[in-house]
């Protein structure tokens, strides 16, 4: 029993939950509060912070970055105190999923990785440390936001296995496939060598490096 019910129900409740909260886009809400428009129809058409940023607004774009990253960390924490560890991953991972593919937009969401961090946080604050830091070097490296993601992540199980254990490890792992499949676009272009660096002044036709 977890928290006094059932423990599949736990994870079912933790996960439904998490994927709500997850699929607030803050970024097209504040946007459009602050009279912007649609920022899917602005710069990479994307809902999280760098495109928002690309609007000009550092506040929106700092305010949209905290709560999509807080909005992971939230669901991860309320699951984890009131059913338990797992339902903790559980809902984190769901929230991830739901900022990808929220219902509300017909599936087509941001990438993630803000989101991914708060997650990370949330579950093993080590862990989180330890991946936003690769990010942060990978970043200082490269000069791509996109490679800095896809790098972090990628080391985020290893993390996990290696300061929290197996149960974090899956779930860092299910969400570095999720970022890689939301990545594939700036895959190909940075393949192709066509991805803009962080602080390049996108060109009118490019979706950008965003992360």
Not at 180 to 200: S, Y
């Amino acid at each position: 029993m977890a928290g006094g019910i059932d423990a599949n129900l736990a994870l079912a409740l933790a996960a439904v939950g998490g994927y709500v909260l997850g699929s607030i886009p803050f970024g097209l809400v504040f946007t459009r509060l602050a009279g912007l428009g649609d920022i899917r129809q602005m710069g990479s058409g994307n809902i999280g912070a760098t495109n928002v940023l690309r609007t000009g607004h550092k506040g929106l774009a700092l305010a949209t970055l905290i709560c999509d990253s807080g909005k992971g960390a939230a669901a991860a924490l309320a699951a984890a105190y009131l059913w338990g560890p797992e339902a903790g991953m559980a809902a984190g991972f769901a929230a991830v999923f739901g900022h990808n593919f929220p219902v509300w937009l017909g599936f087509k969401g941001g990438k993630g990785v803000a989101t991914t961090l708060g997650v990370l946080l949330a579950v093993d604050f080590m862990v989180g440390l330890a991946v936003c830091a690769t990010w942060l070097l990978v970043a200082g490296a490269f000069r791509y936001s996109s490679l800095a993601a896809l790098g972090a992540l990628a080391a985020a199980p290893v993390y996990a296995y290696w300061i929290n254990g197996q149960s974090m490890t899956w779930m860092a792992g299910g969400l570095a496939v999720l970022a890689f499949i939301r990545h594939k676009d700036n895959i190909r272009r940075l393949v192709a060598r066509e991805e803009t660096k962080i602080g390049q002044k996108s060109k009118p036709a490019d979706k950008g490096d965003d992360a």
